[in-house]
């Protein structure tokens, strides 16, 4: 087990570096960085406080620690990605609709031009 929350410590400060190198570089904005740094912690805390750990297992009904450790993993990233799916799908909506707004504006542009008479300078 020690193996384990070794490995799930490792991961979770690799993690949290990764975040914070991903803001200071601009690539991740802060506010969807914040999904990403709770979960690492909550994984880096779980993997130094055994009580902890043994206490949401013995909550989740689960009799093995590093099982229950991997549940909550599974758990805690998906609901990270739920939460980005959500995300990515009001993008993509508002993005269908600027597409639409600009196609009106283009087409009401084009409109305006064809009725304009022709300046002549000759």
Partial sequence: ????????????VLLIGLVFFAIRRAHIRVEYSVSWLGAALVLLILAQWEWALGQVAEFL???????????????????????FSLI?????????ALTQKLAIIEYQLQHVQEKQPPSGNA
Avoid: E, Q
């Fill in 1 to 12: 087990m020690d193996r384990l929350l070794n490995v799930v410590t490792g991961m979770s």
């Fill in 61 to 83: 009904g689960v009799n093995d620690a590093p099982f229950a450790l991997l549940l909550i993993i599974l758990s805690l990233f998906l609901i990270v990605f739920y939460r």
């Fill in 88 to 96: 990515i799908s009001d993008l993509k909506d508002a993005n269908i």
